[in-house]
């Protein structure tokens, strides 16, 4: 089990000091020297095979996730597993779906859901959590249980 460098592109540390990698699968290359040992992709297609650990969770363009119980139960299990593994969470730009995806796990780690995005803006990309049903779908979802 490993952790992230601190200069990896795309490093997020959520509030609990858990850290995950957000990236675009079309232009954030994987550096060989440090790949993840658990990746969650986001798209309506199913990615290419990777050489370590992977999840897809079906979730199209601009959209929230086609399964949305299934993706929050994933998220957590990332949570979970990002306080001692290299995890990453990436969709085909890493902005829309995987921005989304980093303020769940930011209001997993304590953010209260009304300032997630923010957050999430402030600490991974200023852009991140594209569409107003992305902002509903972090700020909405039930996560007490």
């Known amino acids: 089990m490993g952790s992230w460098s601190d200069e990896t592109a795309g490093l997020v540390t959520l509030?609990?000091?858990?850290?995950?990698?957000?990236?675009?699968?079309?232009?954030?290359?994987?550096?060989?020297?440090?790949?993840?040992?658990?990746?969650?992709?986001?798209?309506?297609?199913?990615?290419?095979?990777?050489?370590?650990?992977?999840?897809?969770?079906r979730w199209s363009d601009f959209r929230r996730p086609r399964d949305p119980v299934a993706a929050v139960e994933t998220l957590r299990r990332v949570h979970a597993e990002a306080a001692g593994r290299r995890v990453e969470i990436a969709c085909p730009g890493g902005i829309g779906r995987t921005g989304t995806a980093i303020a769940v796990l930011a209001r997993l780690a304590g953010v209260p859901a009304g300032e997630a995005v923010a957050w999430t803006r402030d600490h991974y990309r200023p852009g991140a959590v594209e569409t107003p049903g992305q902002r509903r779908f972090v700020t909405e979802l039930d996560l007490s249980g």
């Open 15 to 57: 509030p609990d000091g858990r850290r995950v990698r957000g990236r675009g699968l079309r232009r954030d290359l994987v550096a060989s020297a440090e790949p993840p040992e658990l990746g969650v992709y986001l798209s309506g297609r199913r990615p290419e095979e990777a050489d370590w650990e992977s999840i897809w969770i």
